[in-house]
């Protein structure tokens, strides 16, 4: 059967150079300088490799790159809106014509470019057009001022896909998803995109949607970069997995994983998933609310409307030969057991439902399984046995402000005080990295962004498995602390400005830098000839004129335990157990 029919459905490329050319490729690629990927571009090269990216068969060339800004178009006027690019900083080895080896985070062979374009890109014009917004609490918007100045394109001949150990049968490409969905026999295939586990209502969601349309689920879930915090991609296919062998009819779904490095960018991005998905063999996709939506931005407002995805994909959606099918509210009938649209439910009918937030907050920080009438018994289970209660859960709290603003002795009073509530605590101060972990850098901005990365990068690891971390350096770049929360996760990171006036941080220099910054003698000092950017919405804001750093330090205190993040009392004893008291 034929059930593609777009520009994106048609002939799928294939990148990957023939078996019997690879030792060649191999002693060539070794010869030559090489370049190493990031992880998201990593992701954008698999996905190009497979053919997941057509029409696209490379890094996009600056008319491509351009007219996708403008006009959401490559250069041949075929749709694809968002930019897939390659950025590096100058040097002797990027010039046209010359062959590049692209390898990955542990210098593994992927690739070989030819450079046939070089050319500059603009930060914020990408922002402004692609996300829409120039906010650095945007995760691509911050990240993007990490990236290097240049844009690089030209052919590519991939070696191979970069090596992937977990759930290896479900790792399909494109073509092979496209032939098992051939093998089910329907005309229609419904996509869902997914990047967070799936529960009860999600279940009754797709089953309608296939039944509509007599077709097949492709329960595509993305397991390359999604959005900072998401729940890990080896738990939620755990759950997938689950899900999609005991409570799915077997001819009527398909579990493949989508190496996709996402953006974030909402209303273009959704697009995107429907081009992604068309090549994958899906003629329908599933747009939710917010679909693809980072949040909300610096000021607590979403970067989205709730239907802009929507709507975007429906106007494009006969050229790219994908329907849109809305994600339906639906809710719980306890007295029917059953889930409906809450635009059928008569009035007055008892209903019941769960917020995200009443997960996360009431159940799964709590330690208590969710209902059964909420989500499936196997994936209440596997969700509790990778998220345990809230005060074993890890958290990073970290602290900003001037030099002399008082980071390092409230810290140290926090410190004490937490691990009298029961948590471990690791410090990583500004000042001792600077000696061990950071050792040779300067005060560019380049190097103090390149240090306080290296804190958000051992931050994000103590956080990941479980601890405790307070990091207390002057940090001065709102972009870059931003990029820290991405890694940490927004829910884990817990911003502290410490908010004290520059005249009474040099009234307390004690090493007398600000003085020497006043003379001249040094240079590039935050403060005097080197701008601090406040936080614009911080968790906590400290005045260290009018409290003192135990009063700052219990204030902190206090707003982790109301986050569940520090137990409110010492000992809980067990159930049905009993203490006796002897002299």
Not at 83 to 96: R, S, Y
Not at 282 to 300: E, K
Not at 419 to 433: A, C, K, P, S, Y
Request: glycine share 8%; proline share 7%.
């Amino acid at each position: 059967m034929t059930m593609l029919i777009s520009p994106y459905g048609g002939e799928l490329l294939n990148l990957l150079a023939p078996a019997e050319a690879l030792d060649e490729l191999r002693a060539r690629a070794n010869r030559l300088p090489s370049l190493q990927l990031s992880p998201r571009a990593e992701c954008d090269l698999e996905m190009l490799t497979i053919g997941a990216f057509s029409p696209l068969d490379r890094f996009m060339g600056q008319a491509d790159h351009q007219r996708v800004l403008d006009e959401m178009r490559l250069a041949d006027g075929r749709l694809f809106p968002i930019p897939v690019t390659l950025p590096v900083e100058p040097g002797p080895t990027i010039h046209l014509d010359a062959e590049v080896a692209l390898r990955d985070a542990k210098n593994d062979l992927l690739a070989i470019m030819t450079i046939t374009e070089i050319y500059p890109w603009d930060r914020g014009a990408v922002a402004a057009r692609v996300f829409g917004s120039l906010d650095p609490r945007h995760p691509l918007v911050a990240e993007m001022h990490h990236w290097g100045r240049l844009n690089i394109s030209g052919p590519l001949q991939a070696l191979r896909l970069p090596r992937r150990y977990d759930f290896r049968e479900l790792r399909l490409t494109p073509a092979q998803t496209r032939k098992r969905l051939a093998g089910l026999g329907r005309p229609n295939v419904v996509a869902f995109q997914t990047r967070n586990p799936l529960h009860r209502a999600h279940e009754e969601l797709t089953r309608r949607a296939i039944q509509e349309v007599d077709g097949v689920l492709l329960l595509h879930p993305v397991v390359g970069l999604t959005k900072p915090g998401d729940v890990d991609h080896f738990t939620r296919v755990r759950t997938y997995r689950a899900l999609a062998e005991r409570h799915y009819d077997p001819g009527r779904i398909v579990l493949a994983l989508l190496p996709l490095a996402m953006r974030l960018a909402g209303p273009r991005e959704a697009v995107w998933h429907a081009i992604i998905r068309r090549n994958y063999g899906a003629n329908h996709l599933i747009v939710g609310r917010d679909h693809a939506g980072p949040g909300v931005d610096s000021h607590g407002r979403p970067f989205y409307g709730p239907y802009d995805a929507q709507e975007l994909v429906s106007r494009f959606s006969d050229e790219l030969g994908v329907k849109m099918i809305p994600f339906r509210q639906l809710v719980y009938l306890p007295a029917q057991d059953r889930y409906e649209e809450v635009s059928r439910i008569e009035p007055g009918a008892a209903t019941a439902d769960l917020s995200g937030t009443q997960v996360r907050e009431g159940y799964l920080n709590a330690g208590l399984q969710l209902p059964a009438w909420f989500t499936r018994p196997e994936v209440a289970e596997i969700l509790a046995e990778t998220y345990p209660p809230r005060h074993k859960q890890g958290v990073c709290i970290w602290f900003t402000g001037l030099s002399g603003a008082g980071k390092t002795t409230t810290a140290e009073v926090l410190t004490e005080l937490l691990m009298e509530g029961g948590r471990q605590v690791t410090v990583l101060d500004g000042d001792v990295v600077r000696t061990h972990l950071s050792k040779g850098l300067g005060f560019s901005k380049e190097d103090r962004d390149t240090n306080i990365r290296r804190i958000g990068f051992v931050a994000a690891e103590i956080v990941r498995h479980g601890g405790a971390v307070i990091c207390a350096a002057v940090s001065p770049y709102r972009a870059t602390r931003d990029t820290v929360r991405s890694m940490v996760g927004r829910d884990a990171f817990i911003e502290v400005f410490v908010d004290t006036p520059l005249e009474v941080c040099e009234q307390r220099d004690s090493k007398g830098m600000y003085a020497r910054a006043r003379r001249g003698e040094i240079t590039g000092f935050t403060g005097i000839d080197d701008p601090y950017e406040p936080p614009l919405n911080p968790e906590i804001c400290l005045d260290t004129v009018a409290h003192t750093p135990e009063e700052n330090a219990r204030q902190i205190l206090e707003s982790l335990r109301g986050r569940g993040f520090v137990r409110t009392t010492v000992y809980d004893p067990p159930a049905n157990s009993s203490a006796t008291a002897t002299a």
